[in-house]
C-alpha cells in the first residue's frame, strides 16, 4: 500500500502570510494527487486535483504542484476563511489513502 | 445542482449492522461512482472503498474487506454502504463523495453520517 505523509502535522500563520504544506508518498504516483480542505463539522471540499489542476470556484491564492512523490499545496496569502485542516490524497492504486492532515491555525 | 443527501444518524450495538444510504441528484447517477469515506472523532479521513455506478464494480479497503458491502440502485440513483459486526472503533462520520474521471476525484460530498457503535 502507498503511504502519505503530510508536514508539518499543524501551523500557525496570520492573515497575509504565505503558507506551504507538502505531502510525500512512499512511491510514485504521478500526478494522481488530490487536496482538500475541510473546517469543523464539514464535508470535505476540493481544492486541487491531478496535483496542479485548479476545481472550479477555488479561488486562485490556492496552487499545488509536484509530481512522483512530492507534493506542495501554497496559500500565497492566507485570508481568515483558510483556517482549516488540509488532507492529500493518492489516487494512483487502491487504497487510495489520504494523508494524516495539516491543520492551519490563526497566529 | 449536484447533491448527495445521507441518511440519519444511528447508534448500534457492537456486533450489528448498519447501512448508510446516499441519494444523488443533479447529474446522470450512472456516469460516476461513489466513494465512501469516514472519520473517527478527531481523527484524519479514511478511504473505505469505491463502487462505479455504471456497472457496480467495486473496490474495497483492505481492512474491512468482509465486513463492507458497498452497492447501487439506479432506479433510485441512491448508494448504500453496510458495514457488519460493528465495533466500538467504527464509530466515526461517514461520508459518501461523488468519484469524477480517471483522477478519482472526490468533487461533491454528503453530509455526512454518524455512526455510534456503544452497548
Known amino acids: 500500500d502507498i503511504q502519505m505523509t503530510q508536514s508539518p502535522s499543524s501551523l500557525s500563520a496570520s492573515v497575509g502570510d504565505r503558507v506551504t504544506i507538502t505531502c510525500r508518498a512512499s512511491?510514485?504516483?504521478?500526478?494522481?494527487l488530490n487536496w482538500y480542505q475541510q473546517k469543523p463539522g464539514k464535508a470535505p471540499k476540493l481544492l486541487i486535483y491531478a496535483a496542479s489542476s485548479l476545481q472550479s470556484g477555488v479561488p486562485s491564492r490556492f496552487s499545488g504542484s509536484g509530481s512522483g512523490t512530492d507534493f506542495t499545496l501554497t496559500i500565497s496569502s492566507l485570508q481568515p476563511e483558510d483556517f482549516a485542516t488540509y488532507y492529500c490524497?493518492?489516487?494512483?492504486?487502491?487504497?487510495?489513502?489520504f494523508g494524516q492532515g495539516t491543520k492551519v491555525e490563526i497566529k | 445542482q449536484v447533491q448527495l443527501v445521507q441518511s440519519g444518524a444511528e447508534v448500534k450495538k457492537p456486533g450489528a449492522s448498519v447501512r448508510v444510504s446516499c441519494k444523488a441528484s443533479g447529474y446522470t447517477f450512472t456516469s460516476y461512482g461513489i466513494s465512501w469515506v469516514r472519520q473517527a472523532p478527531g481523527q484524519g479521513l479514511e478511504w473505505m472503498g469505491w463502487i462505479s455506478a455504471y456497472n457496480g464494480n467495486t473496490n474495497y479497503a483492505q481492512k474491512l474487506q468482509g465486513r463492507v458491502t458497498m452497492t447501487t440502485d439506479t432506479s433510485t440513483s441512491t448508494a448504500y454502504m453496510e458495514l457488519r459486526s460493528l465495533r466500538s472503533d467504527d464509530t466515526a462520520i461517514y461520508f459518501c463523495?461523488?468519484?469524477?474521471?480517471?483522477?478519482?476525484?472526490?468533487?461533491?460530498w454528503g453530509q455526512g453520517t454518524l455512526i455510534t457503535v456503544s452497548s
Open positions: 512511491q510514485s504516483i504521478s500526478s494522481y
Open positions: 490524497q493518492q489516487t494512483y492504486s487502491t487504497p487510495r489513502a
Open positions: 463523495a461523488r468519484s469524477s474521471g480517471g483522477y478519482y476525484v472526490l468533487d461533491y
